[in-house]
């Protein structure tokens, strides 16, 4: 007769770091898919206000834009009436973060911050500054 043979400490502690190592690369690529994907949504929200003050602009007798103080583009009364359904806020919910505008009648720069870039400045979004704008050229 055969004695059955268990696994040794060695191999056992072989497949427990093998099994760490994937879930720690997993969890890993998990957290920057999800900051990829609220980046991307920030992207695509900026892009949305941008199309909004575009028709407010292209529709305004005087072909200007409707003004709006630095800060906080929540809320924004001169959009709100058919320009834009409701006006989009950071994805992060809980966030300290908003999305910038800061508008004149001749021109604007609408910014997020990105989680994913650490470069550029262009206004403050909270309790970071924005690096990411676009302006009525595209992005600043």
Do not use: W
């Not at 060695?10 to 690529?29: F, K, M, P």
């Not at 924004?76 to 973060?97: F, V, W």
């Not at 021109?107 to 909270?126: F, K, N």
């Amino acid at each position: 007769m055969r004695k059955a043979r268990g696994f040794t400490l060695i191999e056992i502690l072989v497949v427990i770091t093998i099994i760490a190592l994937i879930t720690s690369v997993a969890a890993v690529t998990y957290a920057q898919l999800g900051k990829q994907s609220r980046d991307a949504k920030r992207k695509a929200d900026l892009e949305q206000i941008r199309a909004a003050l575009e028709m407010y602009r292209s529709n305004d007798t005087n072909n200007q834009y409707p003004a709006h103080a630095a800060g906080n583009c929540s809320p924004y009364p001169a959009l709100s009436g058919g320009y834009i359904g409701t006006m989009p806020a950071d994805p992060k919910s809980g966030s300290n973060y908003y999305y910038n505008c800061t508008v004149t009648t001749t021109g604007y720069t609408v910014g997020a911050y990105l989680e994913t870039t650490s470069t550029g400045s262009c206004g403050s979004c909270g309790t970071s500054n924005c690096n990411y704008c676009v302006g009525p050229y595209g992005k600043i």
